[in-house]
Structure formats: structure tokens, C-alpha cells
């Protein structure tokens, strides 16, 4: 599996879109501090994704997370690989026994297939929108993380690298 977060936030992502002339759309903006976390781990063999959305990204979030994704895969041996973030260290965290962690090259976010997860999400459900609340966005995001991880074929289309995939056969 490979794991990575993302913030979201009350800052709106305006982009062009179409409609037809002589109408021009409307498009709200806003610019709010506040954030929310999503946390995701994804098989890239089968499309499997396991989502959590949290507070922070942090030890403490990070221990919940792999905690969630051990207890949801029990019977499973899981080799989860992530950046070098310093909330991934594995001498805090206290791993469960079906779950080891692997980590990427630093400066690599290229190399890590959920990065086009989040990209697909912010651009399909994003963009656009404004929320009244952190609440508001927190649902909205729980809505389409819930939707995607019910797709894995569409999961699988994004994450799916040949050279991962290949990686794996051999």
C-alpha cells in the first residue's frame, strides 16, 4: 500500500468552466484558515483505498491512521510506503504486528501514486466551491472519499503504474 495526507481547506480553487453566451458564471471565492487532513492508503494491485479524515497531521493522527488501516486488513500482511515526513517515523509509532512501513526517497512525491489520488479528488470535487464551515467541508470531502473508495476500478486506473505493478510480478 502507499500512504499519504492532504489538506483541505475553506480556500476555494476557482477555475474557468463553460456555459453557454452570452451568460457569464458566477463564481464565489474564499479565503479561510481553516484546514482538515485526509489521510489515505491505497493498494495499487486491486484499488483497495483506506481513507480517515483528521484534525492534524501528526504522531499522534499518524498512529490512529495505521491503526484504522491494520484493524480494517487483519489477515493481511501490508508493506505501507510513505514520504519521510517527520510524523512517519517508525521509532514513535507503535506498529501492529500484520504492518511494516517502507519509506520513499526524500524529495520524491513523484514516485507516490496517491499524490494523482488527491489531484483526481481536488479537480472532480473541488474546484469551484465554497463551504460556510469546516463542518461543511468535512462532509463534503467524507461524501467523496467514501464514493472513491467504493470505485476501485477507478482507483485502480489512477494508481495503477506499470513500473509499481511490474515491480510487484517480479
Request: proline share 6%; with cysteine; glycine share 2%.
Amino acid at each position: 500500500m502507499f500512504q499519504d495526507e492532504a489538506r483541505f481547506g475553506r480556500i476555494s480553487d476557482t477555475r474557468r468552466c463553460w456555459c453557454p453566451k452570452p451568460i457569464r458564471p458566477l463564481c464565489q471565492a474564499m479565503v479561510t484558515q481553516e484546514y482538515t487532513y485526509a489521510y489515505a492508503a491505497v493498494s495499487v494491485s486491486d484499488g483497495q483505498l483506506d481513507t480517515l479524515i483528521l484534525p492534524h497531521v501528526n504522531g499522534q493522527c499518524m498512529q490512529l491512521f495505521l491503526d484504522e488501516v491494520a484493524s480494517r486488513h487483519p489477515h493481511e500482511r501490508i508493506v505501507m510506503v510513505l514520504d519521510g515526513a517527520g510524523w512517519h517515523q517508525s521509532e514513535s509509532l507503535s506498529l501492529a504486528t500484520n504492518l511494516r512501513l517502507l519509506k520513499l526517497p526524500p524529495y520524491a512525491p513523484e514516485l507516490n501514486p496517491v499524490e494523482h489520488l488527491w489531484d483526481d479528488l481536488r479537480e472532480k470535487s473541488f474546484h469551484n466551491r465554497v463551504f460556510d464551515s469546516l463542518d461543511a467541508l468535512e462532509n463534503h470531502l467524507e461524501a467523496v472519499l467514501l464514493e472513491m473508495e467504493l470505485d476501485h476500478q477507478r482507483v485502480h486506473s489512477i494508481v495503477a503504474w506499470p513500473w509499481i505493478i511490474n515491480s510487484l510480478t517480479n
